[in-house]
């Protein structure tokens, strides 16, 4: 059997490195290339036609899932998802038979996914409607799975944070900056993608440069022409905006 073309996709050099290292002894596997986000993802995928993706979900531009759903599930390769999602999110992933590995990666366990990546390609299942079809329309009826912590980077390092541990984020120029305690982790993000990482029912957009956790919200005091500022339960002070008023209606009337 000829090698399988392998793409390896991942926002984190070292992830990417990591990955790669676990590869390099097999010579089943040629990497042919990494991409640190989704466009380009979809773009590598199209033009080199990759056997085997190994593929990040959380990452900028276009998460993992967001990849498959542009470059459509029946065109996929085999396909490893690659994620910090815990247990509780990934049930989906197991419901369709998907394969992933779970951050930080295992050598054990990746090369479990790869042995059963390459007894797929030897022996494809006769044609059916792809698993990832599946999950995708899973996804969509559900609304988007959501972790119950999330990866944040600081000084070159992955750290797992709680999503009920975040206090508040802001955007700063091309950035966001998550607050968790007094600790401070700088994204390069957009607030709308992070948005999409976060549990709806428990973070409400503000303002276009704020997101807050309700569950941080200690008052909320009248401001000018209908806005609020609201008062977190450090002390911090959250204005909102116009373009986020009828939202923040939403909130109070559901909380009176």
């Not at 036609?49 to 085999?78: F, H, K, R, Y």
């Not at 029912?201 to 609020?228: A, C, T, Y």
Request: glycine fraction near 4%.
């Amino acid at each position: 059997m000829e090698q399988i073309r392998t793409l390896i996709v991942d926002d984190e050099p070292l992830a990417r490195q990591h990955l790669r290292g676990l590869l390099a002894d097999d010579p089943e596997i040629a990497v042919i290339g990494e991409c640190g986000n989704g466009r380009d993802a979809v773009e590598a995928i199209r033009s080199q036609q990759p056997s085997l993706v190994l593929l990040d979900i959380q990452m900028p531009e276009l998460n993992g899932l967001a990849v498959v759903d542009e470059v459509g599930a029946e065109s996929m390769p085999t396909t490893i998802f690659v994620t910090a999602f815990d247990e509780y999110a990934v049930k989906a992933f197991d419901a369709h038979a998907l394969d992933y590995v779970m951050k930080p990666v295992s050598r054990t366990r990746f090369h479990q996914a790869i042995a059963r990546a390459k007894s797929q390609l030897r022996d494809p299942a006769p044609a059916a409607r792809p698993p990832l079809a599946a999950l995708l329309d899973q996804l969509r009826s559900e609304g988007t799975a959501v972790p119950r912590r999330i990866a944040l980077k600081r000084d070159g390092r992955l750290l797992f944070v709680r999503v009920e541990d975040i206090d508040w984020v802001e955007a700063s120029d091309d950035h966001v900056v998550v607050h968790v305690g007094r600790e401070l982790y700088r994204q390069r993000d957009t607030l709308a993608r992070l948005e999409q990482r976060l549990p709806p029912h428990k973070f409400l957009r503000v303002h276009r440069s704020s997101i807050v956790n309700v569950d941080r919200i200690r008052e909320m005091q009248p401001w000018f022409q209908g806005d609020f500022v609201l008062i977190l339960v450090d002390g911090t002070r959250v204005t909102t905006g116009r373009s986020y008023r009828e939202r923040v209606r939403e909130f109070i009337e559901k909380s009176m």
